[in-house]
């Protein structure tokens, strides 16, 4: 069973940074493309961004583009948002997914979520 569990939100202050982490079980990740999404109150979830399973290619939101990376680890099973120059707007619960990884970071293309990470950024 896929499964994927996100780690590493918690309370920022405006500029800092979080970097959060997804551990993937239940498969070989490096077969699958992985994105991160949010959902802040109210709002429905938006992808954030995504890697690619084959050559890495890497998509992002025009929100966090020049201050999120997102990265992968196949031999780990990991993957990786590193959040730097946070915003309260950044403010949501954080999920990472496997599916498929194109300019769109497309919620319907992707499944298996896990429970989440909180991300407060507030001073």
């Known amino acids: 069973q896929m499964t994927f569990v996100e780690s590493g939100g918690g309370l920022v202050q405006p500029g800092g940074s979080l970097r959060l982490s997804c551990a993937a079980s239940g498969f070989t990740l490096d077969h699958y493309a992985i994105g991160w999404f949010r959902q802040a109150p109210g709002k429905e979830r938006e992808g954030v961004s995504c890697?690619?399973?084959?050559?890495?290619?890497?998509y992002y939101v025009d929100s966090v583009k020049g201050r999120f990376t997102i990265s992968r680890d196949n031999a780990k099973n990991m993957v990786y948002l590193q959040m730097n120059r946070l915003k309260p707007e950044d403010t949501a619960v954080y999920y990472c997914a496997a599916g498929s990884c194109s300019r769109r970071i497309a919620r319907d293309e992707f499944g298996a979520w896990g429970q989440g990470t909180q991300v407060t950024v507030s001073s």
């Open positions: 890697i690619s399973s084959s050559d890495g290619s890497t």
